[in-house]
């Protein structure tokens, strides 16, 4: 059932930002080249240095005017969202002190509210790998698709001073005695702000997930809290990572509470395919029978689908001597122990970055000692950002993909890295690759499980070297291209069978309308309770596409929630069953849509709504529709 970045560092050093004197900045920019416009804000790029960090390390600073040409007062900090990027890895903010008396940093500004139509000049620092190659910065919206990017040259960039290179490297004794400059100051704030590690659980499940009853699963996640005391939560599982998110939920934090550290309740955001609205979480660490532990419970319904959820979360970097094997992460001696023990930082994705030997691994079969297949799993740097576009973004049944599926999509088999049994889950796990020939250090690991005799299907999979958000950016289009060619393929070689089903208005059975089309004999079936179509063999796939149907009295009616929609587009119309559909595109509770709408009498209206599938001509969701009728 189972990027944005993270800006850690910049919100830890929030309340160290004790002046906020910076002076607004006026500019004509309609004709810099180094102009980014990202919405309702503007960019503009002025220069970059080489500045010394706390640590005596090199860092990267840019420094960039802010405008805000919308209507309310809006930050740097929560407006937009940066990464930078050097020889194909992504760098870590650095902390670079202005100044160690008061505490400040280089990127104070990020922090400032900056009115309607006023410009801010802001500074952004980042750790370099060498001070040679070339450096990328991205910026995008924060909640938006609007992006830029600035490439720099090290070389060319003049170094700077900074607090650190007038102290010798270290703060004043009185200074270095006293604080930490990671942390912000704000005793709540540092508390809650950080990477966090544990497990979760779903216990009264139903419907779908009734079969998960007690399973539980590690989760990885990061807290952002700013000095206004709101900020977001993201988490991701072993079937997710940072850069494709479980949850993101948007909350607040209040010093009420039963203990030290106050109560964080959700605002808004979403847990899978459902939304979160405020105080469907409510976190009280002062409940928690252990230190420095959080436990976020809720409930998850869709449709007949249900389950409750409890979430158990501790600092990275925490042992969790305190708690029995059955209270801690079911990786937690494989993968976590090793990694803190290495000093490692939260990876990614869970069960990457291990150190490859450590006494606290288990030991897996080489290749050598395994019936398993294997290859060089050698493919082009192209092919590897395009096969991870087309497993996260394309294919909807990417968890029903077996070991073979996947080597058909890249015409190789997969390099065969060990095979171990999982005592939690019962069942064998293979773990692969597919490398970049370009670049070995870039490829896509893959974790297939044998959930039935002989049947490796895909449970994990992450990335490795390569920014998985900018590959999206880059093959997205052309993978669902590629995708729909396929498609057209196998529809025009598929076996069809007559389909019908009468969809009924909620709560008014005589309210009805009666659908017949030809589906596929297989990779379609139909979910009674959803009323949808769905593009796999079993109507309860996660994940899976689907056409929806739904009847109203009016079309006005499917409007309801029309303020929700994001990203809002009217299509052309489209005729189904000699019927006129209007059409429009949005995004709606985690869901791509692609949906039309027709009033077929007075007292009917029909929603034929598309979930997560494209409707491309020749492809079977647009066949599905053309062969319609509707009485």
């Not at 990020?110 to 801010?120: I, M, N, R, S």
Request: charge should be negative.
């Amino acid at each position: 059932m189972k990027q944005t970045k993270t800006r850690l560092l910049c919100l830890l050093l929030a309340a160290l930002m004790l002046l906020s004197s910076l002076t607004a900045c006026g500019k004509d920019k309609a004709k810099d080249s180094n102009l980014i416009k990202l919405g309702d804000y503007e960019l503009l790029y002025k220069g970059a240095s080489i500045m010394e960090d706390s640590d005596g390390n090199d860092a990267i600073v840019l420094t960039l005017d802010f405008t805000n040409n919308g209507k309310e007062n809006a930050s740097y900090l929560w407006s937009v969202d940066e990464t930078v990027m050097q020889n194909g890895v992504e760098l870590e903010a650095a902390t670079v002190f202005a100044d160690y008396d008061t505490f400040e940093t280089v990127i104070e500004g990020q922090f400032a509210d900056v009115a309607p139509g006023a410009t801010l000049e802001v500074r952004t620092a980042y750790l370099l790998q060498d001070t040679t190659s070339p450096v990328e910065a991205t910026f995008e919206q924060f909640f938006g698709k609007k992006s830029g990017k600035i490439t720099i040259d090290p070389s060319s960039l003049n170094r700077e001073a900074s607090a650190a290179d007038t102290t010798g490297g270290e703060p004043p004794v009185d200074s270095a005695l006293t604080s930490d400059p990671s942390e912000t100051g704000d005793a709540l704030l540092d508390w809650w702000n950080g990477e966090w590690y544990g497990w979760w659980k779903m216990t009264g499940c139903s419907g779908y997930y009734e079969d998960m009853e007690g399973d539980w699963w590690d989760i990885c996640g990061n807290i952002d809290i700013g000095a206004d005391k709101t900020g977001v939560v993201r988490l991701w599982d072993e079937d997710y990572s940072r850069d494709s998110l479980m949850a993101k939920v948007n909350v607040t934090l209040s010093t009420a509470g039963t203990g030290e550290h106050g109560t964080m309740t959700s605002e808004d955001g979403q847990f899978t395919d459902i939304a979160i609205e405020h105080a469907d979480w409510i976190v009280d660490p002062g409940l928690a029978d252990r230190d420095d532990l959080i436990c976020i419970d809720g409930y998850y319904e869709n449709g007949d689908d249900e389950f409750y959820y409890e979430i158990y979360l501790r600092p990275w970097g925490t042992y969790w001597d305190d708690a029995d094997e059955d209270s801690r992460p079911k990786s937690y001696d494989d993968w976590y122990l090793p990694l803190i023990k290495a000093g490692k930082s939260m990876p990614d994705a869970i069960g990457a970055d291990a150190p490859a030997s450590s006494g606290d691994t288990k030991s897996t079969a080489p290749s050598g000692n395994s019936n398993a297949p294997s290859g060089t799993g050698l493919v082009s740097e192209e092919a590897v950002q395009k096969g991870y576009v087309w497993m996260n973004e394309v294919n909807n049944n990417i968890f029903d993909t077996t070991y073979e599926d996947l080597v058909d999509y890249f015409g190789v088999e997969g390099e065969f890295v060990k095979e171990e049994y999982s005592d939690h889950m019962k069942w064998n796990q293979r773990y692969y690759k597919w490398v970049s020939k370009d670049d070995s250090s870039h490829y896509i690991y893959v974790n297939f499980a044998e959930k039935e005799p002989g049947v490796y299907t895909i449970s994990s999979f992450n990335t490795s070297g390569f920014s998985g958000k900018e590959a999206i950016e880059k093959y997205l289009d052309t993978v669902k291209a590629e995708a729909a060619e396929r498609d057209k393929a196998a529809t025009a070689n598929a076996k069809m069978k007559d389909f019908s089903v009468t969809v009924t208005q909620f709560a008014h059975d005589d309210v009805a309308v009666k659908i017949t089309t030809k589906i596929p004999e297989s990779g379609w079936s139909y979910d009674e309770g959803k009323k949808c179509l769905v593009e796999n063999d079993d109507p309860t796939a996660f994940g899976a596409g689907a056409i929806r149907f739904e009847v109203r009295d009016s079309v006005e009616d499917f409007d309801y929630y029309k303020d929700n929609f994001k990203d809002y587009q009217e299509i052309a119309d489209r005729e189904i069953g000699g019927i006129t559909f209007k059409g429009r595109t949005y995004k709606r509770i985690g869901y791509d849509w692609i949906e039309y709408v027709a009033q077929i009498d007075d007292g009917r209206a029909l929603s034929i709504g598309l979930t997560d599938i494209d409707c491309v001509p020749g492809t079977m969701p647009d066949v599905i529709l053309s062969g319609m009728t509707i009485k």
